[in-house]
């Protein structure tokens, strides 16, 4: 068994307890992004694929908030700038004692192990110029929950604010926006229009008004994909039909599934390069790319 399939094996397992958190509150999800594209076409995850993500309705997205770090004990963690050092926007839950990182997880002490991401789904304003001023603002709030970087080859010269109450005033504001457009026809994750690429991509929310749910590969549960899939994958992928390789940030990831992420701390941008070039995880990917 590969590393991506011991590493799928716990993004399951974890991803199963999310649905019995969820069922047990009544909380709403959709799967999202990779994971909607993979269910879909595949059955299972996108063959070089290897994160899953989860989208939920601002209301809901904030119950979890409330009940994640009572509800996700020992192996999970809920992790959020309210529960650790972390400077995410969005909600993780993490597995114990094992390692996940990006190069930049390296410059900090929070968990690091194996993840799956949720991301709350905000409505927006359907004037665009209204939508337009509302994204300046937003991207305002999350470039100061980021990490800054003094400078990439010395750690030690990287500063942080402070991202826990960063990511409260980002919260508060992004469901103040929310409901003020509650009547509006379009959504969308409005926190993630911190990255260029994502800005302009929105959704009709009747494309989320209900789900369908599939099977997927390993998953003991159904999961649940928006009713409005095909608009919601053409919109994020073009002819998502077409078995392609769509480009990935965590190809990169530095993968150990046996020891703890503290392991890794204080490591260089240099070392941590070197260990993902002999990380057969990351040299499975990069041979099956290569095949694509």
């Given at each position: 068994?590969?590393?991506?399939?011991?590493?799928?094996?716990?993004?399951?397992?974890?991803?199963?307890?999310?649905?019995d958190?969820?069922?047990?509150?009544?909380?709403?999800?959709?799967?999202?992004?990779?994971?909607?594209?993979?269910?879909?076409?595949?059955?299972?995850?996108?063959?070089?694929?290897?994160?899953?993500?989860?989208?939920?309705?601002?209301?809901?997205?904030?119950?979890?908030l409330?009940?994640?770090?009572?509800?996700?004990?020992?192996?999970?963690?809920?992790?959020?700038?309210?529960?650790?050092?972390?400077?995410?926007?969005?909600?993780?839950?993490?597995?114990?004692?094992?390692?996940?990182?990006?190069?930049?997880?390296?410059?900090?002490?929070?968990?690091?192990?194996?993840?799956?991401?949720?991301?709350?789904?905000d409505?927006?304003?359907?004037?665009?110029?209204?939508?337009?001023?509302e994204?300046?603002?937003?991207?305002?709030?999350?470039?100061?929950?980021?990490?800054?970087?003094?400078?990439?080859?010395?750690?030690?010269?990287?500063?942080?604010?402070?991202?826990?109450?960063?990511?409260?005033?980002?919260?508060?504001?992004?469901?103040?926006?929310?409901?003020?457009n509650?009547?509006?026809?379009?959504?969308?994750?409005?926190?993630?229009?911190?990255f260029?690429?994502?800005?302009?991509?929105?959704?009709?929310?009747?494309?989320?008004?209900?789900?369908?749910?599939?099977?997927?590969?390993?998953?003991?549960?159904?999961?649940?994909?928006?009713?409005?899939?095909?608009?919601i994958l053409?919109?994020?992928?073009?002819?998502?039909?077409?078995?392609?390789?769509?480009?990935?940030?965590?190809?990169?990831?530095?993968?150990?599934?046996?020891?703890?992420?503290?392991?890794?701390?204080n490591?260089?941008?240099?070392?941590?390069?070197?260990?993902?070039?002999?990380?057969?995880?990351?040299?499975?990917?990069?041979?099956?790319?290569?095949?694509?």
């Amino acid at each position: 068994m590969t590393t991506l399939d011991k590493l799928r094996i716990l993004e399951l397992k974890m991803f199963d307890y999310f649905i019995d958190v969820c069922a047990k509150y009544n909380l709403q999800w959709f799967s999202d992004a990779g994971t909607t594209l993979g269910t879909v076409r595949h059955g299972g995850f996108i063959p070089w694929d290897d994160d899953m993500d989860i989208m939920m309705p601002r209301k809901d997205y904030n119950r979890l908030l409330e009940i994640g770090p009572v509800e996700f004990n020992d192996p999970y963690f809920f992790q959020t700038p309210l529960t650790d050092t972390t400077s995410s926007v969005h909600i993780k839950i993490r597995y114990n004692n094992t390692t996940c990182m990006t190069k930049f997880d390296s410059l900090g002490t929070h968990h690091r192990g194996v993840f799956i991401d949720i991301f709350p789904l905000d409505a927006i304003p359907d004037d665009e110029e209204v939508y337009k001023n509302e994204i300046g603002f937003v991207r305002c709030l999350c470039h100061d929950t980021t990490f800054k970087f003094a400078g990439y080859k010395n750690h030690k010269e990287v500063s942080i604010i402070d991202s826990r109450q960063a990511f409260i005033m980002l919260n508060k504001v992004l469901t103040d926006l929310s409901e003020q457009n509650s009547s509006s026809k379009l959504v969308t994750d409005m926190a993630m229009h911190r990255f260029r690429k994502i800005i302009g991509l929105k959704y009709n929310r009747a494309d989320y008004s209900s789900y369908l749910e599939f099977d997927f590969k390993g998953l003991k549960h159904k999961i649940r994909v928006p009713i409005g899939y095909d608009n919601i994958l053409t919109a994020q992928y073009g002819d998502w039909r077409i078995e392609k390789h769509e480009p990935s940030i965590h190809n990169t990831l530095l993968v150990d599934l046996e020891h703890n992420y503290d392991k890794y701390d204080n490591i260089t941008f240099e070392e941590y390069d070197r260990l993902v070039e002999e990380n057969a995880y990351d040299k499975w990917n990069i041979t099956l790319q290569n095949k694509i």
